[in-house]
């Protein structure tokens, strides 16, 4: 089955940096890859997706690049701002409604 | 538009008992999927439901059950707790890529979860 790596695990950047989370797969057969943010005690929410027919999606701040050839993606966000901070998942799976197969997840403190 | 809603919000059990926990999906989904979250991990995926049948499945075991209704709602079941079934559960909706959605995203939307603590 999928198997789905996240770096790193704990992210400190300054508010106004950048900050870059990266995953890769392993079932050459995923074709969708959503990130998720999710705040302490709640529901993973979903901030960015991309599709394998596609290398780069951009929406505001917030950006995915994917090498399928090598098979990661990674997440970019820049201008980082307090409310930034939470932890972020990837995931990847055949297609948008199937099963998700999740990373580990990245806490990321950002300070101000 | 009511999002995905789960009930209950917290649940404490003890080892041995049976829970049934409830999801009803965004309005225009007809697929529920259910997910295992322990602290400080990402979300496993248990089974998801589609047209009343289970389509898919994780590396559960078989005391983890469930169940959709015509009206797509769901329950997850799960039978003789152990200690660690302590986790969130998460329940997301989604609808069938090319179906009756219309402008609904296709992805995965995320109720809040249940909260399940077994003693």
């Known amino acids: 089955g999928e198997n789905v790596e996240q770096h790193p695990s704990t992210l400190s950047v300054q508010e106004g940096d950048s900050a870059v989370i990266k995953c890769t797969y392993s079932d050459s057969a995923s074709n969708y890859f959503p990130w998720y943010k999710q705040e302490l005690g709640k529901r993973p929410q979903l901030i960015i997706d991309?599709?394998?027919?596609?290398g780069e999606k951009k929406d505001q701040r917030i950006a995915v690049t994917l090498n399928k050839t090598a098979k990661h993606f990674s997440l970019h966000i820049t201008e980082t701002q307090p409310e930034d901070s939470a932890v972020y998942f990837c995931?990847?799976?055949?297609?948008?409604?199937?099963?998700?197969?999740f990373g580990g997840g990245t806490r990321l403190m950002v300070k101000p | 538009d009511a999002g995905v809603t789960q009930s209950p919000t917290h649940l404490i059990k003890t080892r041995g008992q049976q829970v049934t926990l409830r999801c009803s999906p965004k309005?225009?989904?007809?697929?529920v999927s259910w997910y295992q979250q322990a602290l400080g991990q990402g979300p496993q995926f248990i089974f998801q439901?589609?047209?009343?049948?289970?389509?898919q499945r994780g590396n559960f075991p078989d005391r983890f059950s469930g169940h959709q209704f015509p009206n797509y709602s769901s329950e997850l079941n799960v039978n003789a707790l152990l200690l660690g079934d302590s986790a969130l559960y998460l329940c997301?909706?989604?609808?069938?890529?090319?179906?009756?959605?219309?402008?609904?995203?296709?992805?995965?939307?995320f109720g809040s979860g249940t909260r399940l603590t077994v003693v």
């Open positions: 439901y589609y047209e009343e049948e289970e389509r």
């Open positions: 991309i599709r394998s027919n596609v």
């Open positions: 995931a990847a799976s055949m297609w948008a409604g199937n099963m998700l197969t």
């Open positions: 309005s225009g989904h007809d697929t």
């Open positions: 997301a909706s989604s609808v069938e890529e090319g179906g009756t959605g219309g402008a609904i995203p296709y992805g995965y939307t």
